[in-house]
């Protein structure tokens, strides 16, 4: 069986795949049929390359992706495009139907980079008003504060060593004892016996 997916290419740290049509049974990064385009994950613009009638044919003729080639097709809209021609929908409607959906994608995508350009510009003008408070801070503790004459108060000195007070010595309490216990008649009749 023909299967749609990446086979790695690049080096560490840096990875770019190459999009190919191969047996199931060939390993990753061996033997393929076709190469029909390029994906860069690193990349933020133009991530994915992709020979789309290339792809549409290996569909056609039952060729399936992997997971992850799933997933990048269906981000590109290809998935959509198959799906709407194995449908036998008119090409005309079919293509109406792709061209609002990536409208709507593309609306989104910008969305995004709008709402994150915005953050990060708020973000920066939270830090710009945070560093100038700082600043209007230290220079307001770095002002020389003008000396106002202080009235000395005659400062009454404490003697340097005083005599030690002598312990009163602990008086004992007397504590009252508790009464001694009584003979019960059980008691007495058992001491008696014994």
Do not use: C
Request: no cysteine; hydrophobic share 40%.
């Amino acid at each position: 069986m023909v299967k749609l997916r990446l086979a790695k290419q690049g080096r560490k740290k840096l990875p770019i795949y190459k999009i190919v049509a191969a047996d199931e049974r060939a390993r990753r990064d061996g033997r393929f049929i076709e190469a029909l385009g390029q994906y860069r994950p690193q990349n933020e613009t133009d991530k994915v390359q992709l020979k789309e009638d290339r792809i549409m044919y290996w569909l056609g003729v039952g060729a399936q992706p992997t997971d992850t080639m799933r997933s990048i097709l269906s981000k590109e809209g290809i998935l959509l495009k198959w799906h709407l021609q194995k449908k036998k929908i008119d090409p005309a409607r079919a293509e109406e139907i792709f061209n609002t959906w990536k409208a709507q994608k593309d609306a989104s995508i910008t969305n995004k980079l709008v709402s994150k350009k915005e953050a990060a510009k708020k973000k920066k003008a939270e830090q710009d008003a945070e560093k100038a408070t700082a600043a209007a801070a230290k220079a307001k503790a770095a002002e020389p504060v003008a000396e106002t004459p202080i009235e000395a108060a005659p400062v009454a000195e404490a003697p340097a060593e005083t005599a030690p007070v002598a312990e009163s010595p602990v008086e004992a309490t007397p504590v009252a004892e508790a009464p001694a216990e009584t003979p019960t008649p059980e008691t007495s009749a058992a001491e008696t016996a014994a």
